[in-house]
DNA sequence: TGCGTCATGTAACCCGTTACATGATTGT
DNA sequence: ACAATCATGTAACGGGTTACATGACGCA
């Protein structure tokens, strides 16, 4: 059951590591993860507001105060590790690069060319900085419990970004041919 | 311009190959472009019809007939380079699995273990199939000019997959310790 | 005095899926 | 005759983004 909010996985999450305001939590969630997830303002407001209903957070600072800080509360946590164990529901697929790829006869040799130097550049400048992010990350959070997951969704970017530049270096080899 | 319909690419690229019935045109994006892309009816035939009345495509066989063959035409054509030659906007990340790893703190070594193993067996299964549909494609499409771009998509998923299986291999060592 | 950032929310909109209603054709 | 599949569409709904409206606070 339970209407697939996995924002309010994100929500309840972040609120898990410490309190804070909706606005704090939106940059959590950009910033932190930022790489494998996203929701804006206008998801999580709503959120917010339902699971203060169900009394999964608390608001402190007063309920009309001008900056409330929202506290995740006992069942709360339980929700969160409800959810947590839903089964991952992944979207339907939708590659925009591979659905031009794929009309490559259409767009023409040179323009597919072009697509896919840029997305290997892209994944190639991507990798550098997941390697370096992953290098911070373990002197900042290194001895954390966090760490080993953390650490999880920075390999899946350093693994995914390598094989994107395999892949467009395989690509573009086969099309290097004249014409 | 031109508001994002991604699925007029589909929907021309899919006539460009052949005319066809909306219901087929649903099929072979299912099963040729499944692996990267996909569209439901909701959107198939509303995007037919607007496409109709901007004289992009055609239909044959009778404008109320019962089952109507739609092909594109030249303007469909010029349209359909247009479109692909549009910059590629991807969609935010959501990544379900990666959002459960990382509050692994919260979900317990277990079920993350878990949720490991399921993900590397799926990725090495589907590794399987595209090297199988590789082999068959390459057989039967190897000498159209189509063949070099469709290998490209598929290449895309093997690559994809292969990362995936190192990845959730290297995470599984990573956990392997007592408790 | 005024700018930038922190902060809270809402409303409009868009994209897309699912479910439903309907019926023709074909094979057994 | 009937079931399965081919075929066409629509309506309801849901999830999510963007843009807008509003205002406090800190600082230069």
Redesign the interface.
Not at 88 to 107: A, D, H, I, T, Y
Not at 148 to 153: A, C, E, G
């Given at each position: 059951m339970s209407r697939s909010s996995?924002t309010q996985?994100?929500v309840l999450?972040g609120l898990?590591v410490e309190p804070m305001t909706a606005y704090a939590l939106r940059e959590a969630i950009r910033d932190v993860?930022?790489?494998?997830?996203?929701e804006s303002f206008g998801q999580i407001y709503p959120t917010l507001q339902a699971l203060e209903d169900a009394g999964h957070v608390e608001r402190r600072g007063g309920a009309r105060a001008r900056s409330s800080v929202f506290a995740i509360t006992r069942s709360g946590?339980a929700r969160?590790?409800e959810l947590?164990?839903e089964p991952?529901?992944?979207?339907?697929?939708?590659?925009?690069?591979?659905?031009?790829?794929?009309?490559?006869?259409?767009?023409g040799r040179d323009?597919?060319r072009e697509?896919l130097q840029s997305a290997r550049d892209a994944a190639s400048s991507q990798l550098a900085e997941y390697e370096q992010l992953l290098a911070g990350l373990q002197a900042a959070e290194g001895d954390t419990?966090?760490w080993?997951?953390?650490?999880?969704?920075v390999?899946?970017g350093i693994?995914?970004a390598?094989?994107?530049v395999?892949?467009a270096d395989?690509?573009l080899d086969?099309?290097q041919g004249e014409q």
């Open positions: 996995q996985v994100a999450g898990s993860l930022g790489h494998f997830w996203s946590e969160l590790i947590l164990n991952v529901q992944e979207s339907p697929p939708r590659n925009g690069l591979l659905l031009r790829l794929f009309f490559g006869r259409v767009l323009r597919c697509l419990p966090d080993p997951f953390i650490r999880m969704t390999l899946a693994h995914h390598r094989a994107a395999a892949w395989e690509c086969t099309l």
